[in-house]
Every structure is written in structure tokens, then in C-alpha cells.
């Protein structure tokens, strides 16, 4: 029953991880003499305390899911996809092109192509980051660092000169058979930003789990993630595997950007930064240690924090940063347990290179050498 | 140093892999001074008890004693501490580090300030080198030598560790005969010196050369220790697997049939632009086993890569079954029937942390029944494994371990399976028994003989002479990348074999040698 330890594993570093970080959030709110009981009962009935407040939660954790599903796929294919953030730009920006491009569409043509716009057009993004990875070996996270800024400046660019009224820096709202938002959910929800987009990301978690887990494609994404050379004796295309890897990644990251723009601001802006949902979707995979299932519940932890995080400063002096800061460590935990025990691995086997130890989504991945397996044995058995 | 000084001593051992007993209470004691072999099957439990002696595992139940002291081995350090130093079945080398930063590493010397003392470093591992005639470059990447040289510094890491307890395992698996002689001195040379020398060796005849006493395990049990040279290779076989085994090959004749592989004046060019493989001209037809006799690294990898379609070919032709494969991608090249038994099994034969079911299917995957529109049938996969893990038996605990939990000798059983399983009109066969115990080497030899028989081809690269000296109609010996020499089985001496291998020539017989 190894393999059922092994899930035990991971979970166990992620909840470790989460508590680990609350407390030392509780740490520094000691030092710097707020009370870390009462915050974090703000913080929790911020979070639950309300139709309006779990809305809000769902709302923050739907594009969360999709990149982070996003980071997932292409790490299972070796991959360490920095530019999700870029890709989830792409993505929100042609999405809202789309549905400002077509105001008097019908809904049920206009949306759809909204949202495959934007899939498309992350997919795009990473896809020329795959393709140089597969033909010039140009290292990704490079390349995707480097698509980031173009995706920012790019689309500021688009936004004031093609889209925005005047002198404005946004563009117009989308008209409303785009939208994701309804007036059913809203009032469902006490006037939430809750909005359809959360069915689109359950859709692609079962997408995603049945791609990796039960299709050919998956199977080679998988493997060459883990082993390059027996996956070319295998008769594996690398240079195909990682190109699909890295568009379904876009694809997915691309579809949280239309989250975005259809369902939670429905405009897009000029932006100083790039969306947070790129580096938070990476930290929700990490944390998920790569399982679908585990994203979901990650995200909506992430979205449980940022939203109840807003609660504490409402209902104390404290600063509403020291959730970021909850947060980081949360994904310090996590890290630092992964390196661990990557260097596990390392000192016991280090003479073939191992796979990516983050995020894999088959699991067993991240534990499969024996002398690791023997160090969880050997746990047992104290 | 008297003779019964007991250097580690086990009692009641055991370790337990969920339900799966790989190790059930060994009791045992090796002296100082002496070599001590083990023996055992494939899955019998001796690297699980090495890597429990060595600090690496840690026993379910029962005690260790180094040099009568009961002591408690939490990691490889503690073993280190306490003089015992192992020399894994699978090398554990960083590859882009050099020779004498791989054996400094974890126990670096310092001066002060965290600044690594290299020279005294360097200066005791060539010294140690010196005294053992074990020669490496010290500033060598070890991605870039031989497996002799990973295996000679592997070897003085531990001795740079100054280890009395050493333990081998399988060490002799990848080497060639004049490396494997040059170790086995070694073995007896520290067993000289006083120091506990474990050996564990599917090779009889080396444990009957060096091993004063050998113990043998079955299903993780000791089943006997016995005087080594006291007793027959013929009983210590059936000692460890419990029957009869037989070391004689039948190879009845067979008549030519069509050509299947053919190569021609092929040429194969590595990426730093150094020819490793030149006018070879190879053929083999049906029903027909030729051995490929060489020295290690003389092109054979690259020859293999080249016609399996892992590294492109610079010129030349390769034919199989009529068909021009040149260039082929490798799966252009398995679809047209082509099994590969690769050198290095952990590189290319398995993908070590996907399930046996996965490995099992890594080349069938895309056809069906096991996948229909690029959807993976489950079922199918999992149906013939449980059928191949079973006929080939492949010792296992569950067919969704990863394929790295297996003994050394079942991952390349599995990957035989695979290969076998698909019955290929060609197979290319690198060492394909290398690490198996001798009982499975005996069933792998018949199934190779089968196939044979059913009129398909192999190719049968090995560095054992007396396997492909047992097993080819046909012997060709590859020297510098070409082929130097080829000629039936029987009208070649083992000596004869040895001259070609070495680029020499062998008096009277040069008309014949290159008649082909
Ligand atoms: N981490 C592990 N998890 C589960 N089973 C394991 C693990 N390590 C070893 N085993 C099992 O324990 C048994 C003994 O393995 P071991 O590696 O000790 O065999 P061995 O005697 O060294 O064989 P070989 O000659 O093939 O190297 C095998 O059946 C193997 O599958
Ligand atoms: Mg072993």
C-alpha cells in the first residue's frame, strides 16, 4: 500500500505547510503587537461569514484553478512554466477584444467565442515559448520571463491605443451577453462578483485529470517529463510532447485571463504589473503538489485567505499585508519541504537527473526513487 | 588480525516493504580479512540488506553489530563513521561533477573558512589510486568516462572514506573481463589487508575466485553459507534457486532464412564530430543469432543508436527486412518489427518512477487494444502486464509500483518482457542478461533461442564472450567502429575472439575472417 502513503505524503507536506505559515503569520503579528486570535477570526468569518463572502471566495479561486492547472501540465512535461501570467494577459485581452468586437452578437455565440479566444491566444503565448524550447533548447523559464513583459507592454499598448475611449486607460465594459456575471448569481450571492466561470474551471480539473491520467497524449507528456531518453526509445516525440504540453498550459492559463475580463472586471485595463493569478496559480500548484483535486482545494484556500485577508484591516489596525505575507510562507513551507526532499534524492541517487520534484501530477512521481520510498518506509516503521 | 575476527554480524535482519518481506530474519557474521560472497536470486533481498548495512535503510526488525558493538545506522553517515563503505549496483555518481569532487564530496576537507582543501584531497586519492592501481582522472566530468573508470572511482570514494567493512554490489555487472580480473585482485588484495570484503556476484565463477565463504539467500532467507571452493558451481546455482540449472545451450541447426537486418558501409558520427562507427557492413537473417564481440567502446552504442533510430547516421545504409530504415525515427523503426534490449536500462529501457504498467506499455501504447483514438485502455494494459510480470517472472509487490522499486535484475527482466513479448522479426540484444541470477539467465537464454527457432533474427551485442559464444551462429567482432573479423561460432577460438577484439589479427585465418 505504498502508493496510498505516498498521496499521505504530499498531503501532509501541504497541510503541514499551511499551518506552519499560519503560525508564523501568528509569529509576526505577535512582534509587532496585533493580536493573531482575533485577526484570524476576522479573517475566517471575512472569508465564510457570509453568501457574499464565499461568493467572493469562489470568485478569487476560479482563474486560480485554471493557471494553476496550467503550471501542473507543463511541469508534468518537465516544464517550469514562469509565463503564466503573460499567457492569462493574452488570454483576458483577447477575450474582451472579442466581445467588443461583436456587440450585437447572440450570447450563445458571442461568449463561447469570447472565452476560445482567450484559451487561444494564451495558448499562442506559450506555444512560441515551447517551440523554441523544442527546436533551440532555449531554456523556458528564460523565454517565458521575457514573454511576460512583452504580454504587459504589448497589451498596454493595445488597450490605450485601440481600445480605450479618448485618453482613457481601460477599455469599455463588455456588452452583456459576454458577461459571466448574472444578476441570478449576484443576487444569489448578496451582489458578490460570483460568477459562471467557476463551472468552466471544474469542467477543465475533470478535463485535465482524465488528459493526463487516461489519453496517449498525457501518457507521453508524463513520460517525457521524467525521462527524455527512454521516452525518444519509446518512439516518443520530445520536440511534439513538449510543444502540446506547453499549449494546453497557455490554453489553460489563457482561459483564467478570460475569467478575468468576462466574468470578474469584464473591461480590461492598462496595467502597471502583470495579473497576480499567473505567480498565485504557480504557488496553488505547488501547494496542490500537482493533483487536480488538491489544486481545487488550494485555490479556494488562496481565495480564503486574499478574501478574508481584506477583513482584517477592516476590523483591526492591522495591516492587510500580513496575509501576503501568511501566504509566502505557506509557499515557503511547501518549498522548503519539497527541497528537502529533493536533496534526498540528490545525496541518495544523484547520478541521473530526476524529474521535476514540485508539481507532477502523477504523484508517485515526486517520491519514486527506492531510497526515498525506504526513507517513508523507514518513517513507518519508527 | 586472527582469522575469526568478526567484523559485522547480523542477527534476525528483516525488512519489510508493506506486506512484502524482502528480508525475513537473517542471521549472518562476516570477518575481517576475507571475502564473503552472496548469493542469491533476482528479488532475493541482498541489495536491501546492503542498503541496510550501509545506513541507507532501516530494518524492520533485528540488530546490526560492527565489530561485536550492536549499533544503530540512521543514515549512509553513520555507516561511513563506522567503516563501512558501499559500492552500489547502480552508480551513485553526480554526472557533473569531476572524478575527485565526486569522492571528496560529504566528507570535504576544509581550510578553514569553508575553503575546500583540494590538494590534500587530491593528493590521498591519488595516492590511494597508486597503492590499488585503480586509475581514474581525477579532473574528469564523470558524465564523460567509461563505466570501468565510474566503477574505479566509485571504489575509491569509499576507500578515501577509509572503510574496513566494504560491500560491493554487483560490481563486476558492467565491466569488461580484463577490468573484472584487475578488480577481483583488488577484492583479494584488501581481504589481505584485514579488511571485510562483501561481494555479491550472479557470476559463480567470480565467487569461486576470490570469496573464501558464500552465503545464499532465497526469497529473502538465508538458505546456506557455504566453503566457496569447496563447492560446485552446479550446486551453488541450485542452492540459490532451488532446482536444477543448466549451463549447456541447445542450439539446434536452422536453416538460413530470409535476410531481415542489413547493414551497409554505415557511418556513424557523434556530436563532437568524432566517427565512432565506419564502413560497417552487418548482415543477419532469420533464424539466425549473430554476436557482436568487441571491447567497450568501440562504436557498439552508437551503432545500436544509430539503427534503432536514437542518433542519426552520417552515411551508409541500414535495411530491415527489405524495407530501407535509414534514418527512420525509432518508431518507424519498432512498427516495422524491431525489439531493443538497451544497454543502459535505466536510461533508456525504463521510465523508473512510472508504474510496471506504464513501463510494460511504453511500446504498445499507441495501438490498440491498448488505446483506441488516443484514449488508453486501462484494462488491456494492465491484463498483459500481470501476464508478462508472470511468465518472465518479474518479482514484484504491486504492478502500480514504479518500475524503480523493482531489483536490479527484475527492471531488466521487465524490459525483456516488453521486448520479447512483441515477437519482433529482429531483435537487437545489448547485454541482455547483464545483472539477471543464473537461473533467469538460463530462461532468458531459451526464450532467445525460441525466437530463433520461430525464424526471427537478433543481433546479440554482449561483453560475456561465453554468452555469445553459446548462443551465435555467427560471430563478428567490432574493433575502432568497423568490423574486423566474422566467422561462424565454431571456427573461432575464445583466444582467436580475443586478438580481433584487441585489433590484432589472427595468423592463418585472415582469408576466412573476411569472407562475409
Ligand atoms: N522500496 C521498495 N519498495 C517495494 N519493494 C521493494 C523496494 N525495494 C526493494 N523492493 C523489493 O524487495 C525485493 C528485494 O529487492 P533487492 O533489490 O534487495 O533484490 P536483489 O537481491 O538485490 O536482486 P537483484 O539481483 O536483481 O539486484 C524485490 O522484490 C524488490 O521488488
Ligand atoms: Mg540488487
Known amino acids: 500500500m505504498r502508493i496510498k502513503n505516498i498521496h499521505l505524503g504530499n498531503l501532509w507536506i501541504s497541510v503541514t505547510s499551511v499551518i506552519l505559515g499560519l503560525l508564523v503569520g501568528a509569529i509576526i503579528m505577535l512582534l509587532s503587537g496585533f493580536n493573531p486570535i482575533e485577526n484570524y477570526i476576522s479573517l475566517f468569518t471575512g472569508a465564510v461569514g457570509s453568501p457574499n463572502a464565499i461568493g467572493e471566495v469562489l470568485r478569487e479561486a476560479t482563474p486560480l484553478i485554471l493557471t494553476g492547472l496550467g503550471f501542473a501540465v507543463a511541469n508534468s512535461a518537465g516544464f517550469f512554466n514562469i509565463g503564466l501570467a503573460g499567457q492569462a494577459l493574452a ?51 528564460i523565454t517565458t520571463i521575457m514573454l511576460n513583459y512583452v504580454a504587459l507592454y504589448a497589451t498596454n499598448a493595445i488597450v490605450k491605443g485601440m481600445l480605450a475611449k479618448g485618453d482613457g486607460d481601460y477599455s469599455p465594459t463588455i456588452p452583456v451577453q459576454a458577461r459571466l456575471r448574472t444578476p441570478f448569481l449576484e443576487h444569489l450571492t448578496q451582489n458578490s462578483t460570483f460568477h459562471w466561470g467557476i463551472l468552466i474551471s471544474l469542467a477543465a480539473v475533470i478535463v485535465v485529470w ?42 489553460l492559463a489563457g482561459l483564467g ?116 520510498q525506504a526513507a517513508e518506509e523507514g518513517e513507518d516503521n519508527q | 588480525m586472527s582469522q575469526s575476527d568478526i567484523a559485522i554480524e547480523v542477527r534476525g535482519l528483516t525488512k519489510r516493504f508493506g506486506d512484502f518481506v524482502a528480508n525475513d530474519h537473517i542471521s549472518m557474521q562476516i570477518r575481517s580479512g576475507e571475502v564473503h560472497g552472496l548469493l542469491g536470486e533476482n528479488g532475493a533481498g541482498k541489495t536491501t540488506m546492503m542498503n541496510m548495512l550501509s545506513g541507507i535503510l532501516q530494518p524492520t526488525s533485528g540488530e546490526i553489530l560492527v565489530h561485536g558493538q550492536p549499533v544503530h545506522l540512521a543514515s549512509a553517515k553513520d555507516a561511513t563513521r563506522l567503516g563501512i563503505g558501499m559500492v552500489h549496483q547502480h552508480f551513485m555518481l553526480v554526472e557533473n561533477f569531476t572524478v575527485l569532487e565526486n569522492i571528496m564530496l560529504g566528507v570535504e576537507e576544509t581550510k578553514g573558512l569553508g575553503v575546500l582543501n583540494r590538494r590534500a584531497a587530491r593528493d590521498k586519492v ?68 584485514g579488511k571485510a570484503v562483501i561481494l555479491i556476484s550472479h557470476k559463480l565463477n567470480e565467487l569461486q575466485a576470490v570469496a573464501k565463504v558464500t552465503t545464499i539467500i532465497r526469497r529473502g ?177 504491486s504492478i502500480m509500483e514504479p518500475a524503480g522499486a523493482l531489483s536490479g535484475g527484475n527492471q531488466q527482466k521487465l524490459i525483456i518482457a516488453r521486448e520479447l513479448s512483441r515477437e519482433p522479426q529482429l531483435l537487437i540484444a545489448v547485454n541482455p542478461t547483464r545483472g539477471l541470477d543464473v537461473g533467469a539467465i538460463e530462461f532468458i537464454h531459451s526464450q532467445l533461442l525460441a525466437a530463433r527457432a520461430a525464424g526471427h533474427a537478433i543481433l546479440l551485442i554482449s561483453y560475456e564472450l561465453d554468452e555469445i559464444r553459446q548462443l551465435s551462429d555467427r560471430v563478428a567482432v567490432i574493433h575502432q567502429g568497423t568490423i574486423v573479423g566474422q566467422a561462424k561460432t565454431s571456427d573461432l577460438s575464445e583466444s582467436e575472439i580475443g586478438l ?5 589479427t589472427v595468423p592463418g585465418k585472415e582469408e576466412m575472417l573476411h569472407a562475409d
Open chain 1, 210 to 251: 482524465w488528459l493526463m491520467k487516461k489519453t496517449t497524449l498525457g501518457f507521453e507528456i508524463r513520460a517525457v517529463g521524467m525521462n527524455e531518453d527512454a521516452s525518444r526509445y519509446a518512439g516518443m516525440s520530445t520536440k511534439r510532447t513538449i510543444i502540446s504540453a506547453m499549449l494546453i498550459s497557455g490554453c
Open chain 2, 500 to 504: 580481433l577484439m584487441a585489433g590484432e
Open chain 2, 126 to 193: 591519488m595516492a590511494l589510486s597508486k597503492q590499488y592501481g585503480l586509475a581514474v582522472d581525477p579532473d574528469a566530468k564523470v558524465g564523460d568516462i567509461s563505466v570501468g573508470m565510474q566503477q574505479r572511482a566509485e571504489i575509491l570514494k569509499v576507500l578515501y572514506r577509509n572503510a574496513d567493512i566494504l560491500i560491493f554490489d554487483e560490481p563486476t555487472a558492467v565491466l569488461t573481463p580484463q577490468e573484472i580480473k584487475e578488480l577481483l585482485a583488488i577484492f583479494q588484495r584488501l581481504a589481505q589487508e
Open chain 2, 221 to 397: 532467507k538465508v538458505i546456506d553459507t557455504v566453503d566457496t571452493k569447496a563447492t560446485s558451481t552446479e550446486k551453488l546455482a541450485e542452492l540459490m534457486v532451488g532446482r536444477h540449472v543448466t549451463f549447456q545451450r541447445d542450439r539446434v541447426p536452422m536453416p538460413a532464412g530470409p535476410e531481415i537486418l542489413k547493414i551497409s558501409h554505415l557511418q556513424v558520427v557523434d556530436n563532437q564530430k568524432v566517427t565512432r562507427v565506419h564502413d560497417f557492413d552487418l548482415t543477419i537473417h532469420g533464424g539466425e543469432i549473430v554476436g557482436l564481440a568487441g571491447i567497450d567502446g568501440n562504436g557498439q552504442s552508437e551503432l545500436v543508436r544509430a539503427i534503432t533510430g536514437l542518433m542519426p547516421t552520417a552515411g551508409g545504409q541500414v535495411t530491415i527486412a527489405g524495407q530501407d530504415r535509414t534514418g527512420a525515427t525509432p518508431r518507424q523503426i519498432t512498427r516495422s518489427g524491431v525489439g531493443h534490449i538497451p544497454e543502459d536500462r535505466q536510461r533508456y529501457g525504463l521510465i523508473l518512477p512510472m508504474s510496471l504498467v506504464d513501463n510494460m506499455s511504453l511500446q504498445v501504447y499507441t495501438v490498440a487494444p491498448y488505446s483506441h483514438h488516443g484514449v488508453l485502455n486501462q484494462k488491456a494494459m494492465v491484463t498483459t502486464t500481470e501476464q508478462l510480470l508472470d511468465q518472465y517472472d518479474v518479482r514484484h509487490s
Open chain 1, 257 to 372: 485571463g478570460a475569467m478575468e475580463g468576462l466574468g470578474n472586471f469584464q473591461n480590461i485595463i492598462v496595467n502597471t504589473a502583470l495579473p497576480s493569478i499567473g505567480f498565485d496559480g504557480m504557488s496553488v500548484s505547488l501547494l496542490a503538489t500537482g493533483s487536480p483535486v488538491g489544486i481545487v482545494l488550494a485555490a479556494i484556500l488562496f481565495g480564503l485567505l486574499k478574501i478574508g485577508g481584506l477583513n482584517i484591516s477592516i476590523a483591526s489596525t492591522t495591516p492587510p499585508e500580513i496575509v501576503d505575507i501568511v501566504i509566502a510562507a505557506v509557499i515557503f513551507f511547501v518549498g522548503a519541504n519539497y527541497i528537502i526532499r529533493y536533496l534526498g534524492i540528490k545525496l541518495h541517487r544523484p547520478s541521473k537527473p530526476q524529474p521535476p520534484v514540485a508539481a507532477n501530477t502523477a504523484p508517485q512521481a515526486a517520491v519514486d526513487t527506492r531510497a526515498e
Open chain 1, 91 to 141: 488570454g483576458w485581452l483577447a477575450s474582451v477584444s472579442f466581445a467588443l468586437a461583436f456587440p450585437h452578437a447572440p450570447g450563445f455565440l458571442l461568449l463561447p467565442g469570447a472565452i476560445l479566444a482567450g484559451a487561444i491566444a494564451g495558448a499562442l503565448w506559450s506555444g512560441i515559448a515551447g517551440f523554441l524550447r523544442a527546436y533551440f533548447g532555449a531554456s523556458e523559464v
